[in-house]
C-alpha cells in the first residue's frame, strides 16, 4: 500500500522560508518522476515543481529562483524548500507521484501573512 505523508506546512511572514516533505512508503521514489502542486480557494490545482527519474527539475514561472524540489533516496521523501515566500503562495500543497496510476499525498497547508 503506498502512502504519501506531508509535512512542513504553517503559517509564515511575507519574506520567510518554509520546507515541505513528502515521505512515502510502499513505493521507491528515486525511480519516479514527481511532483509538488498548490490549490488555493477557488482555484484549479497547478504544478509548482517536477523532478525527474535523473533529478531534472522543472518549475511554475512563479516560483522560479524562490522554490527548489529535491529528494532523499535514503530517506525516500521529496522536498520542497520555498524562499522568500510571498501572500500569493497561500495554498494546499500536496506531493505527486506520476505515473500510470498516480498517487497523492494528503495535503499540508502553507498560510503567507502577516
Not at 55 to 69: E, L, M, W
Not at 86 to 93: I, L
Amino acid at each position: 500500500q503506498v502512502q504519501l505523508v506531508e509535512s512542513g506546512g504553517g503559517l509564515v511572514q511575507p519574506g520567510g522560508s518554509l520546507r515541505l516533505s513528502c515521505a512515502a512508503s510502499g513505493i521507491i521514489l528515486s525511480i519516479k518522476s514527481l511532483g509538488w502542486y498548490r490549490q488555493a480557494p477557488g482555484k484549479e490545482r497547478e504544478l509548482v515543481a517536477g523532478i525527474g527519474p535523473f533529478d531534472n527539475t522543472n518549475y511554475a514561472d512563479s516560483v522560479k529562483g524562490r522554490f527548489t524540489i529535491s529528494r532523499d533516496n535514503v530517506k525516500n521523501t521529496v522536498y520542497l524548500q520555498m524562499n522568500s515566500l510571498k501572500p500569493e503562495d497561500t495554498a494546499v500543497y500536496y506531493c505527486k507521484v506520476a505515473g500510470a496510476n498516480p498517487y497523492w499525498g494528503q495535503g499540508t497547508q502553507v498560510t503567507v501573512s502577516s
